[in-house]
């Protein structure tokens, strides 16, 4: 059984910043790309970004590239999100998602998703 838990989302002002968190924890034997993903009510799940196993690679939806920041820290089983500059239309609920093997394939694991709402 895999888990991942994120960090807590919140209410953040225009123009401020937020950090999220999620971590797996379970039987992992190797977890592969790591990204975050958002949704808003009536829309379909979107790609935020994405990091390769390496951290040699990353990937930004052009909304968010240059204000938000992956990273991932492998003995933790952990990635973060950095956002800043922070705009109203990032409100969504994230979702963090991992690639992990538990023996010779790697399946897509979410988590449960945190609520964030940037509005002054």
């Known amino acids: 059984q895999v888990h991942l838990v994120e960090s807590r989302g919140g209410l953040v002002q225009p123009g401020g910043s937020l950090k999220l968190s999620c971590t797996a924890s379970?039987?992992?034997?190797?977890?592969?790309?790591m990204g975050w993903y958002r949704q808003t009510p009536g829309h379909a799940r979107e790609l935020v970004a994405t990091i390769t196993l390496s951290s040699s690679t990353t990937n930004y939806a052009n909304a968010v590239n240059g204000r938000f920041t992956i990273s991932r820290d492998n003995a933790k089983n952990t990635v973060y999100l950095q956002m800043d500059s922070l705009k109203p239309e990032d409100t969504a609920v994230y979702y963090c998602?991992?690639?992990?093997?538990?023996?010779?394939?790697?399946?897509?694991?979410w988590g449960q998703g945190t609520q964030v709402t940037i509005s002054s």
């Open positions: 379970g039987s992992i034997v190797s977890i592969g790309t």
């Open positions: 998602n991992m690639y992990i093997s538990q023996s010779a394939h790697y399946k897509p694991y």
